[in-house]
């Protein structure tokens, strides 16, 4: 588990900073797939293992954009919401500690408005600490519901990729 | 004492919450582009040779858009070649003379990575100090501007771009010199606002906007954009207007780094006349 993790989480960050973070739609739409890190860490994750390696995913993500403690303050925020989002939105749901969040094993009704939530969540702390500016107020508003929109297209997309292997 | 170690591990998971992100906003706030850069030369280092590796795969995916950069910039320096102006008057002009000393030279620099997708973009360039970078030096294309460096470290440099919330240029109207600022208020990477245009002064769309050479980071006349349209705002003291940049960011492959040979005259002056 823990090597499927590393994996996934070196393979996320080169995924963001050579790729990624180079798209842009008109401006205005950048997707942060690396947060997929964190949304499918499996339920039985130490809370203090899903702070400490959000704040890793981050801090390397920011290396490579210069844009120190940024993703790294951002993902925090997302990890430290995600265990209440889970309490929150799956009363009387049982699931096995081990097994991660997927729309397999939750079906669409817990897995989107888990994903969505954070997703959000993230964008809005991220995209509003780099303008630090109530001037653009709706302009970062508009860029948060566009990049946060592109990102779950991704995240959608990869569940549904691996939902076969499993 | 028990209860207080009891309480910090009943509610450990909001201290270390705290404490992950105070870290990261003191880095946010601390070590950002400017003075602090030279703090993380190791991390510079790291991103350089790895932004660097994919850079040499990606190149080859723009090599028609560099070509062609790079066949404008020929032609324009070919036209300031002596064999391409006429010579009125032979007796006047002589390359050697001591009238003519050399303010400006250039560093070329291949583009690491670069960004345009963000409110604040950053280019990385494969020139350190040991090539002769310095922080505050000027970054052009040819004969347009691109930003300003405020990372150096041994091998690679940080530039801020132009596309950057806290980059403002002091640029002039090419055609009577009047003085404003050049800034980028996030959005199209094509588009940006020019700031503090007096009243009375008449703007037409086509208008071109170059630097004033007053900030000592360009030299005169380097260009920055032309103007799109304007709007008159009838409270406020000055104009406004939207200028398209002469730079397209999203292709720069190659750009040169300004250095100005006689900076150090210009702050000593500056600072003799400050000294009090």
């Not at chain 1, 959000?54 to 997302?78: C, P």
């Not at chain 2, 002596?82 to 560093?107: C, G, H, L, N, Q």
């Not at chain 2, 280019?123 to 100090?129: A, L, P, Q, V």
């Amino acid at each position: 588990m823990t090597v499927r993790n590393s994996i996934r989480f070196i393979g996320l960050v080169l995924l963001q900073v050579l790729i990624l973070n180079h798209i842009s739609l008109g401006g205005y739409v950048n997707p942060y797939l690396y947060v997929l890190f964190i949304l499918w860490l499996p339920f039985s994750t130490e809370r203090w293992v899903l702070l400490l390696s959000a704040f890793l995913l981050g801090f390397s993500v920011d290396i490579f954009s210069n844009t120190l403690g940024l993703n790294a303050a951002a993902s925090v925020i997302m990890a430290f919401a995600r265990p209440f989002v889970i309490s929150m939105i799956s009363t009387g749901t049982d699931f096995e500690p081990t097994s991660r969040p997927s729309i397999r094993g939750q079906g669409m009704r817990w897995f989107l408005p888990y994903a969505v939530t954070l997703v959000l969540l993230h964008h809005f702390v991220l995209f509003y600490l780099e303008v630090f500016r109530f001037s653009e107020f709706f302009p970062t508003l508009l860029r948060v519901l566009l990049s946060s929109a592109f990102t779950l297209g991704l995240v959608f997309l990869a569940e549904y990729l691996t939902v076969r292997k499993r | 004492m028990r209860n207080l170690y009891l309480f910090f591990r009943k509610h450990y998971f909001y201290f270390l919450f705290l404490l992950l992100e105070t870290v990261s906003l003191i880095l946010l706030f601390n070590y950002n582009q400017f003075q602090n850069a030279a703090v993380y030369t190791w991390s510079d280092q790291a991103a350089g040779t790895v932004n660097g590796m994919f850079r040499n795969i990606s190149e080859y995916f723009s090599l028609r858009s560099t070509n062609r950069v790079l066949t404008e910039e020929i032609a324009q320096l070919q036209s300031r070649m002596p064999e391409a102006f006429y010579m009125a008057d032979t007796a006047t002009f002589f390359v050697k003379d001591t009238m003519y000393r050399s303010e400006y030279r250039y560093i070329a620099a291949r583009v690491l990575s670069n960004t345009t997708n963000k409110r604040n973009n950053f280019i990385m360039i494969n020139k350190g100090r040991m090539h002769g970078v310095q922080t505050s030096m000027g970054v052009v294309i040819g004969n347009r501007l691109v930003g300003q460096v405020v990372g150096v470290s041994r091998h690679f440099s940080w530039v801020m771009s132009l596309l950057n919330k806290d980059s403002r240029i002091s640029a002039k109207f090419k055609k009577n010199n009047q003085l404003v600022n050049v800034e980028w208020s996030g959005g199209n990477y094509r588009v940006g606002s020019v700031k503090e245009i007096p009243k009375h002064f008449e703007i037409l769309p086509g208008d071109t906007i170059i630097t004033s050479g007053n900030s000592e980071i360009f030299p005169e006349g380097v260009l920055v954009g032309t103007i799109k349209d304007f709007t008159v705002l009838p409270d406020e003291n000055f104009n406004s207007a939207r200028i398209v940049f002469s730079t397209d960011f999203n292709s720069l492959g190659y750009v040169e780094v300004v250095v100005d040979m006689m900076k150090m005259e210009k702050e000593e002056l500056k600072n003799s006349f400050q000294s009090k």
